[in-house]
């Protein structure tokens, strides 16, 4: 069996992944299920960009503290983070920034709200001004395969500032085919573009699903860039459907499951979710399962 290709490791930008102290600076509710909170502060001034769908770590203090603290801020953060006791340990999620101000040290960042079931979002429920927060990135992972001649983006309600901030980044004349799923119509946002965008909205109250869809979707020929992102379950079944029926190049695909249906937020593990992950993909590849 020929060996699959692999896409280039990414390079980061220099200082891409640090700790920033800050603090809210607005709230405003773009939706009903979505709450977007501006957070600022002087140190990020050093928050050096790493792509459109840049993600960060939000650390949010624990129950009967007014800020989030970690002992130490060196390479082996992880390891002393998960050593905290936890009554002690902040709450840790990952978010995409869906817009960063560089001009005045300000990013925002997008909560999908689900009511008082996890840490983020009865926090983000509550966020009032000076609220503070830590958090540790940027990283980044969108990058079109040279060559590409149009764009497969898909997701759920939890990808949507990644694919906001996205569109916004398409150069003038990129041909996208883009599908994102939500609660219902009201949970719908302006995507501004210079791209040549189709945009579907998928809606689960009319009980429509995500993947149906896409597999349903007449896309073009040429060679696509895939990128997709939300509920673990769903990017595998999108994946496998890009892969396995529409025989497109996994190389050109990019997936990242976001959060696990049936998991309680407390019980996500960023970093062993992705661990989980790519056993996965290993053991589809190995059984010609992809």
């Known amino acids: 069996m020929a060996k699959t290709p692999t896409r280039p490791v990414r390079t980061r930008p220099e200082n891409a992944l640090l700790f920033f102290r800050t603090h809210v600076t607005a709230v405003t509710r773009v939706t009903p299920n979505i709450v977007r909170v501006t957070l600022g502060g002087s140190e990020l001034s ?11 770590k939000v650390f949010l203090p624990p129950p009967g503290e007014v800020e989030p603290k970690l002992p130490t801020y060196g390479d082996d953060w992880y390891t002393v983070y998960r050593q905290l006791p936890a009554d002690k340990r ?7 920034i ?49 060559n590409t001649t149009w764009q497969l983006i898909a997701g759920d309600a939890t990808a949507l500032p990644a694919i906001g901030a996205i569109l916004e980044e398409l150069p003038a004349g990129t041909v996208a085919k883009v599908f994102v799923e939500v609660d219902s119509p009201t949970d719908e946002l ?9 945009l579907t909205w998928v809606h689960r109250s009319a009980g429509v699903e995500l993947v ?17 992102g939300g ?22 695909i990019y997936f ?19 661990q989980e992950e790519r056993a996965e993909l290993a053991a589809d590849e190995a059984a010609g399962v992809v």
């Open 190 to 198: 302006p995507l501004a573009t210079s791209g040549d965008v189709s």
């Open 98 to 146: 869906r817009k960063h101000y560089p001009e005045r040290n300000e990013v925002d960042v997008d909560f999908v709200l689900h009511g008082d079931l996890g840490p983020a979002s009865r926090w983000a429920n509550q966020a009032a001004l000076g609220d503070a927060v830590l958090i540790w990135g940027p990283y980044a992972d969108y990058e079109p395969t040279p």
């Open 212 to 228: 149906d869809v896409v597999r349903a979707a007449e896309l073009p020929e040429g060679s696509p860039y895939v990128w997709m």
């Open 90 to 96: 902040p709450a840790m999620r990952t978010y995409t």
């Open 46 to 56: 050093e928050f050096v960009g790493d792509g459109p769908d840049q993600r960060i």
């Open 231 to 252: 509920e673990a379950g769903l990017v595998k079944a999108l994946r496998r459907h890009c892969v396995n029926d529409r025989q497109y190049p996994r190389y050109d």
């Open 256 to 274: 990242c499951g976001y959060w696990r249906r049936g998991r309680a937020e407390d019980d996500f593990d960023e970093v062993e979710a992705a």
